[in-house]
């Protein structure tokens, strides 16, 4: 009797198996194609919810696109988007979870604390990150498989030193930062290195915590009492709005310039004037004219009732990204080698994204043009350069 329940039980644990087998090769088998799940982490609530959110609108109008079109080699994709509020710890928990529904190509985390985080679980998980958003350096060294849509910090504070000269902006600089976040402060160590090459005067250096962001009084008579003909601004929209706010009427006669940070502030303040003529350097211009950028700040727009940043525009282009190697391929996630060939093909693409033309070398950050915008009239316009 023993045996023969040992049996029924070494049956049972067989057939178990196998209708626990990879769902990806199940729906291979069944019709030919599946589901490719991307999956992405970001605070879609919460003080910094329009980050989150405004990259998840860009990657659902990409899936929503390329599925409409019929899929890439014969799959469809799905987008699981979840939920961290900006913290690294239920950022590793929603990337676990991705993980155990069976998650194929990670779009990585939002903000840069969230995915060095995550970038530690993720070393040893055989899986593409296509990171769009998080800049930190650290969000990608050290795992061969992620590779970046959007500048990293040290690129940022470089190339926005080197536009401030090369466009006249400025030539007394204040710098107003976050100094326990390595977003700003990343940004402006970089900066302050390449304005020394460049010849900007650094005037004063002003700098707040995560604790101190309420009254910045202080910080504000003292750039005021500078001379300084530029402020730039290497910090979120959040803190941004309050600098702004408590800076009317202080701080007239200057520039001030920040990084993708500031992406979507007039959404933070409660008036638009504050942002007149306010600048960021971005890879994406809403109102580009070529025949792609409108179509998707119009699809943006009849959906979601607003205009698209640049996060929402690197969401979109990762999602592109990943159909670009995929077709490169011809590879699905019913290969064995899926992860192995798609992270191959990344060094080897072009991809014509809304942020710019891009590519990959063996640093896996990408290649392409920066651009600025100015505000005029609560709008984020291309800069005249």
């Not at 080197?162 to 100094?179: C, E, H, M, P, R």
């Not at 900066?191 to 250096?205: D, M």
């Not at 500078?226 to 730039?232: K, N, P, T």
Request: proline share 2%.
């Amino acid at each position: 009797m023993k045996k023969i329940i040992a049996l029924m039980l070494a049956v049972l644990m067989v057939v178990s198996m196998a209708a626990c087998g990879s769902k990806k090769e199940a729906a291979s088998d069944a019709s030919g194609d599946g589901d490719v799940l991307l999956g992405l982490i970001g605070p879609m609530t919460g003080d910094y919810a329009n980050y989150g959110t405004s990259t998840r609108n860009g990657v659902q109008i990409a899936v929503d696109e390329i599925n409409a079109a019929g899929g890439v080699n014969g799959w469809t994709f799905t987008l699981s988007a979840q939920d961290s509020q900006g913290d690294p710890d239920s950022a590793v928990s929603a990337y676990n979870k991705l993980m155990d529904d069976g998650m194929d190509v990670s779009l990585g985390c939002v903000f840069s604390g969230e995915a060095t985080s995550v970038i530690t679980a993720a070393k040893a998980d055989n899986i593409l990150i296509v990171a769009p958003t998080s800049s930190a350096k650290a969000c990608i060294e050290g795992n061969e498989k992620a590779f970046r849509v959007c500048f990293n910090d040290p690129a940022q504070g470089t190339v926005s030193a080197d536009y401030i000269v090369d466009n006249n902006l400025g030539s007394k600089v204040a710098v107003f930062y976050q100094s326990d976040i390595d977003y700003s402060a990343g940004l402006y160590e970089t900066f302050k290195a390449e304005a020394a090459v460049k010849g900007l005067e650094i005037v004063s250096e002003q700098t707040f915590t995560a604790g101190s962001a309420t009254d910045f009084s202080t910080q504000i008579n003292a750039i005021r009492d500078s001379g300084c003909d530029l402020v730039f601004l290497p910090i979120y929209a959040a803190e941004a709005s309050v600098f702004l706010t408590q800076a009317q009427g202080k701080l007239d006669n200057v520039i001030y310039f920040g990084c993708d940070g500031l992406d979507g502030i007039q959404t933070k303040v409660s008036d638009l004037t504050m942002i007149e003529g306010l600048m960021m350097l971005t890879p994406f211009a809403a109102d580009a004219q070529d025949d792609r950028t409108k179509a998707f700040v119009a699809k943006y727009d009849e959906l979601y009732k607003a205009i698209p940043d640049q996060f929402a525009a690197d969401g979109y282009d990762a999602v592109y990204i990943v159909k670009a190697v995929m077709e490169a391929t011809g590879k699905t996630p019913a290969d064995e080698d899926f992860t192995a060939a798609l992270v191959e093909a990344m060094h080897s693409v072009t991809v014509e994204g809304l942020t710019g033309t891009m590519t990959w070398d063996d640093t896996r950050e990408p290649n392409k043009a920066a651009k600025a915008m100015v505000f005029q009239n609560g709008v984020a316009v291309l800069y005249a350069e």
